[in-house]
């Protein structure tokens, strides 16, 4: 049966997360990985409070770092942009514990107090695997939650994932898209046993491929 895992980092322990240095409000979530030949190019969402001008700035931080080939701005909206970065090989770290043990990425957030990396494996030994080549590799990781998936979670007919399904009936249960609102993102997260960012990150790619599969009937997947 599948599984998910959430492990967390320092913030320091992740090259991106350097700008929390210069920028400590600032929050970091993953879009998307993709594989590039022999690295990944990460796509991420940076919101920085008040931007006027910052992401241009973070944009060059990123491209000064050792481990990146290259940081593009891809968009801006507002306060927050969407980057892509491309990793040079031998700084991937927990970018390539990740491929290598094929866990798949539910979500990633970063702050200023730190990574949190939610991770599903359809065999719990692949997070054994997982833990032991980041301990190997000197890579910080402290395994903060493991749980089993219900098969009665999924949400298959509409390419949900079977946590993005959890979310969204737990939300729909707990009135939580009422007006007034029954119950706030924070003590969803809460009962899951997650952060919010992470709940928030699965309400919103639930909706997108709810949205696909019943208005736009787009057979792409958003895992």
Request: hydrophobic share 40%; proline share 4%; aromatic share 10%.
């Amino acid at each position: 049966m599948a599984s998910i895992a959430e492990f967390t980092l320092p913030a320091p322990d992740f090259p991106l997360g350097r700008i929390f240095e210069r920028w400590p409000e600032a929050t970091l979530e993953l879009d998307r990985v993709v594989p590039n030949d022999d690295t990944v190019m990460p796509y991420f969402w940076v919101t920085v409070p008040n931007a006027d001008g910052d992401l241009a700035a973070i944009r060059e931080e990123f491209d000064g770092l050792a481990e990146l080939r290259s940081a593009v701005l891809m968009e801006e909206l507002g306060d927050k942009g969407l980057f892509r970065a491309e990793w040079e090989p031998e700084y991937m770290g927990i970018m390539r514990a990740i491929s290598v043990t094929g866990v798949t990425v539910l979500s990633a957030t970063g702050s200023a107090d730190g990574w949190t990396f939610e991770l599903r494996a359809m065999e719990a030994e692949q997070f054994s695997q997982f833990h032991h080549y980041c301990t190997e590799h000197d890579i910080n990781v402290t395994l903060a939650r493991l749980s089993q998936l219900s098969e009665a979670t999924t949400g298959s007919e509409y390419d949900l994932t079977p946590e993005q399904a959890e979310a969204l009936r737990r939300a729909y249960k707990s009135e939580y898209y009422d007006d007034p609102r029954g119950i706030d993102q924070k003590a969803l997260a809460e009962e899951l046993g997650i952060s919010r960012q992470a709940f928030a990150s699965r309400l919103r790619r639930g909706y997108r491929n709810l949205i696909r599969c019943t208005l736009i009937r787009d057979t792409r997947t958003d895992d």
